[in-house]
């Protein structure tokens, strides 16, 4: 049977350096994200941020993450960095999803922790309130953060599920599994971060281009 070849969007995570995004650009990745999370190791302040985003502007869309931030915080950062979307990867219930997104006029990702089958009941909350979703694996449960722990889940339990809005698979993804991992799932947009790091923090642009050449892989016509 004859083959084509297919490819997924890119998000690449946690962005710190110039060299990083250059590195992403390069590889072909259609999303940039920049984490505003003090535990993180990939936290970046908003004069890094600013820096880092226009650097990023109209090569990557640019994704603020941030957790449960106040409004204030919020407006200051968007003004700051006029980020593409607002990543939601704390507990932001569907309705302050909606607020925020109306609020500040961004489009907004969120993040949902997936362990087990009935958690992606969650994502019909938010189907008024988000502009798109992100399947993350649940983090440790001593985490000071959501997401950024290289941990994965059962990517079957995606397979054969539709949901209104487009939605990345994210956590413990690398070039070694995602090419796997989009086969299982279906997923169509997918989000990596320590999977193409030297270091935590630190990533590494042979593992970009080798994440982004996994990423298009032969499927059946």
Known sequence: MPTSSTSVA???CGLTSSGAIQAAVEAGAAYGGLVFHPNSPRHVD???ARALADQMRGRLKIVALIADRDDAGIETLV???RPDFLQLHGGESARRTAYIRGK???PVIKALPIAEPSDLAAAAEYDNAADMLMFDAKPPKDAMRGGGHGAAFDWKILQGRSF???WFLAGGLTPENVARAISL???ELVDVSSGVESAPGVKDAARIRAFLNATKFPVQA
Do not use: E, N, R, Y
């Open 10 to 12: 890119v998000k690449i």
């Open 46 to 48: 908003l004069d890094q």
């Open 79 to 81: 003004k700051t960095v």
């Open 104 to 106: 500040f006029d961004v």
């Open 164 to 166: 209104t809005k487009p």
């Open 185 to 187: 799932s279906g997923a």
